[in-house]
């Protein structure tokens, strides 16, 4: 009984808030902002044959997509897709900067 007596409720109710928020977030991503934002990932890889037009053209799709929202989805949206990817593009994060 004294392992029952010393559980902290809250505690456990505010990291699986924390779990459930999360997956809250990658679910609420649009796909194909999803997309085009693991293709910005993968252009800035080292072993990456693209060029600057098709950096160039990925970064366009990607705020054509953006821009259908308003900026408090967008706000949630860059978040959401930095903390699933764990960083954000050289090329997004001046998009962040005018936010």
Not at 20 to 25: D, G, P, V
Not at 48 to 63: A, H, M, P, T
């Amino acid at each position: 009984m004294r392992k029952a007596d010393n559980f902290d409720a809250s505690k456990w109710l505010v990291e699986n808030k924390i779990t459930t928020q999360s997956r809250l977030n990658e679910n609420e991503i649009p796909l194909n902002l999803r997309l085009v934002y693991q293709k910005i990932l993968k252009s800035e890889e080292p072993d990456y044959f693209g060029d600057d037009r098709s950096n160039e053209l990925l970064k366009k799709e990607f705020l054509k997509i953006l821009d259908g929202y308003n900026i408090n989805q967008k706000k949630q949206f860059l978040d959401a897709l930095e903390s699933k990817f764990g960083k954000m593009p050289e090329v997004l994060k001046q998009i962040r900067r005018f936010m």
